[in-house]
């Protein structure tokens, strides 16, 4: 019985050592996936975007906010709850998860209910095809619920 209880304690003891020890090792750092990297920051180059843009909407060409809401609340008739809907946001044309690159030609200004709307369903559509329904959809009034202008040139209503 005593055998027993002093292997017991010499196995504790030999694993509790070998436990440190590892804890000194260094494993090898893993690959990252295209999902898993780490992503540059997108605000340098959605202000450029909307500087580009003339602070509208790539897809829906609705004006957007960058700062406040009240950037719109102030010129339009629509509550801050509506404005929520026309944040800028970046926008990958090519998305992150299919390779897309975080550079100024891969990235536009959308507003948050674009963005949101062409990557909800899985997999987005193309930036072209998506333009093409968002203006078609908001011509016939059923987009976001919000004409702000014409879609087209940026003029009011």
Not at 3 to 19: D, K, M, N, Q, W
Not at 53 to 78: A, D, N
Request: hydrophobic share 30%; with cysteine.
């Amino acid at each position: 019985m005593a055998l027993v209880t002093e292997r017991t304690a010499f196995h504790r003891l030999v694993t509790s050592i070998i436990g440190i020890a590892m804890s000194f090792i260094k494993s090898p750092p893993k690959e990252k996936s295209v999902k898993t990297q780490k992503r540059k920051s997108l605000k340098t180059s959605r202000s450029r975007a909307y500087q580009v843009q003339h602070g509208h909407c790539y897809y829906c060409h609705q004006p957007m906010w960058k700062e406040s809401e009240q950037e719109l609340v102030s010129r339009f008739p629509i509550t801050s709850k509506q404005a929520q809907l026309l944040k800028c946001t970046g926008e990958h044309l090519v998305p992150h998860s299919e390779g897309g690159e975080v550079s100024q030609e891969n990235i536009v200004a959308a507003c948050l209910f674009c963005n949101r709307t062409r990557h909800k369903a899985g997999k987005a559509l193309t930036s072209d095809a998506f333009k093409t329904r968002a203006q078609y959809r908001l011509s016939k009034g059923a987009w976001h619920g919000l004409r702000l202008t014409d879609g087209v040139s940026g003029r009011t209503h």
